[in-house]
Antibody
Framework: QVQLVQSAAEVKNPGASVKLSCKASGNIYINYYIHWVRQAPGQGLEWMGIINPGDGTTSYSQKFHGRVTMTRDTSTNTVYMELTSLTSEDTAVYFC?????????WGQGTLVTVSS | DIQMTQSPSSLSASVGDRVTITCRASQGIYNSLAWYQQKPGKAPKVLLYAVSRLESGDPSRFSGSGSGTDYTLTISSLQPEDFATYYCQQYYSKPWTFGQGTKVEIK
């Protein structure tokens, strides 16, 4: 079984950046993508992008291009997602998930609140 | 980007009812479609992938069908634990987009 454990909730001012983590454990020998998906309060799911933990290659939704960076640390099986130039529209729960295209395993989510 | 349009956006049903949710893609997605269930305050959970392949552990009352641009999730006999929001997702072409969700409520 695979577990994804995400970092704690964050509160940020508008214009700031946030860097979230997602640590994988368990049977992770299959090199699946790590996806980042966010969900604004009361809204649906929004796919942000993926990172291949094996080689670090990334693919981002155009909506976030220039503001999002996904990286990984293979020594700790941890993936990071940094989002810059935050606005109130970025207030959401951010999920990491793992899977080949669809998402098999999900983290518990990290609430990011952007407020002055 | 491929747009995924789900219908209905919400429905009310009773335990034991047969429920159908549809998802239409703005272009062909060649069966690269998954369905997720999400309960309040929880992460989504995959039910089906590749249109009709049931993720292990999921009950067989969930089934999927479709091809081309039109896909369907069917719950054959709604159970109390099935009241949730359901999302489709295409993973044929990046960005891998979701439908807007269908909330299944108790009648």
């Amino acid at each position: 079984q695979v577990q994804l454990v995400q970092s704690a909730a964050e509160v940020k001012n508008p214009g700031a950046s946030v860097k979230l983590s997602c640590k994988a454990s368990g049977n992770i020998y299959i090199n699946y993508y790590i996806h980042w998906v966010r969900q604004a309060p009361g809204q649906g799911l929004e796919w942000m992008g993926i990172i291949n933990p094996g080689d670090g290659t990334t693919s981002y939704s155009q909506k976030f291009h220039g503001r999002v960076t996904m990286t990984r640390d293979t020594s700790t099986n941890t993936v990071y997602m940094e989002l810059t130039s935050l606005t109130s529209e970025d207030t959401a729960v951010y999920f990491c998930a793992r899977g080949p295209g669809y998402s098999l395993n999900w983290g518990q989510g990290t609430l990011v609140t952007v407020s002055s | 980007d491929i747009q995924m349009t789900q219908s209905p956006s919400s429905l009310s049903a009773s335990v034991g009812d047969r429920v159908t949710i549809t998802c239409r893609a703005s272009q062909g997605i060649y069966n690269s479609l998954a369905w997720y269930q999400q309960k309040p305050g929880k992460a989504p959970k995959v039910l089906l992938y590749a249109v009709s392949r049931l993720e292990s552990g999921d009950p067989s009352r969930f089934s999927g069908s479709g091809s081309g641009t039109d896909y369907t999730l069917t719950i054959s006999s709604l159970q109390p634990e099935d009241f949730a929001t359901y999302y489709c997702q295409q993973y044929y072409s990046k960005p891998w987009t979701f439908g807007q969700g269908t909330k299944v409520e108790i009648k």
